[in-house]
């Protein structure tokens, strides 16, 4: 059973900055890539950033980059979500994920290619 737990959401005003975890089990952290998406009410899921499992190669979604930085801690059995020069637009529930067939930047963009998924964060950027 593969678990995901998101901590870390909060609200923060614009300009700001928030850092989201994604812990999990060792067996979890050290078998699989991991990614981050975010679901604003009434869209769709949207990809932010994933990191394979080596954790030295990373791709993000266009609103992420420049901004978010993704990282990984195998040794603590955690996945972080940097979030740097928040904006209103980035107010989202914020989704850990773990587990794709194969390290793609177009397949990491998918939300139906994970496998797994945590309950989600919320983070609020107020203007």
């Known amino acids: 059973q593969v678990q995901l737990l998101e901590s870390g959401g909060g609200s923060v005003q614009a300009g700001g900055s928030l850092r989201l975890s994604c812990g999990t089990s060792f067996r979890t952290v050290n078998t699989y890539a991991m990614g981050w998406f975010r679901q604003a009410p009434g869209k769709e899921r949207e990809f932010v950033a994933a990191i394979n499992l080596s954790g030295d190669s990373t791709y993000f979604g266009d609103s992420a980059k420049g901004r978010f930085t993704i990282s990984r801690e195998n040794t603590q059995n955690t996945v972080y979500l940097q979030m740097n020069s928040l904006k209103p637009d980035d107010t989202a529930v914020y989704y850990c994920?773990?587990?794709?067939?194969?390290?793609?930047?177009?397949?990491?963009?998918?939300?139906?290619?994970?496998?797994?998924w945590g309950q989600g964060t919320q983070v609020t950027v107020s203007s």
């Open positions: 994920a773990a587990g794709i067939p194969r390290w793609d930047s177009l397949v990491t963009m998918i939300p139906g290619s994970w496998d797994y």
